[in-house]
């Protein structure tokens, strides 16, 4: 079974940047959408970026659009959250997720049909 394994989360200042990591244990056609969410207290788990692996299309949420560049590293499979201009807002535990294909429109984003989890990483931004 494969196993997703998030790094890189931290604490930092607004206007900040980090990077996140998501190594997968082992590559497979099932796990090709690999996508990053996030959930802060109280609130529900929400899509922040997707990419499908065979294209390399990617997906956004609306607030990370131009902030948040999500990349993919085939031979060590890993795939990254490139996160920048960072708002408190963006505090939150952030999971990476793989499922077999990404979908049309906001489909990447539905937390329903991700069947593999990581156990998340912090992100905390401060104002």
């Known amino acids: 079974q494969v196993q997703l394994v998030e790094s890189g989360g931290g604490s930092v200042q607004a206007g900040g940047s980090l990077r996140l990591s998501c190594a997968a244990s082992?590559?497979?056609?099932?796990?090709?959408?690999m996508g990053w969410f996030r959930q802060a207290p109280g609130k529900e788990r929400e899509g922040v970026a997707a990419?499908?692996?065979?294209?390399?299309?990617?997906y956004y949420g609306d607030s990370e659009k131009g902030r948040f560049t999500i990349s993919q590293d085939n031979a060590k499979n890993t795939v990254y959250l490139q996160m920048n201009n960072l708002r408190p807002e963006d505090t939150a535990m952030y999971y990476c997720?793989?499922?077999?294909?990404?979908?049309?429109?906001?489909?990447?984003?539905?937390?329903?049909?991700?069947?593999?989890w990581g156990r998340g990483t912090q992100v905390t931004v401060s104002s």
């Open positions: 997720a793989a499922k077999g294909f990404c979908g049309d429109g906001y489909q990447w984003s539905n937390t329903r049909y991700y069947s593999t």
């Open positions: 082992q590559r497979t056609s099932s796990r090709d959408c």
């Open positions: 990419i499908y692996l065979p294209s390399g299309r990617t």
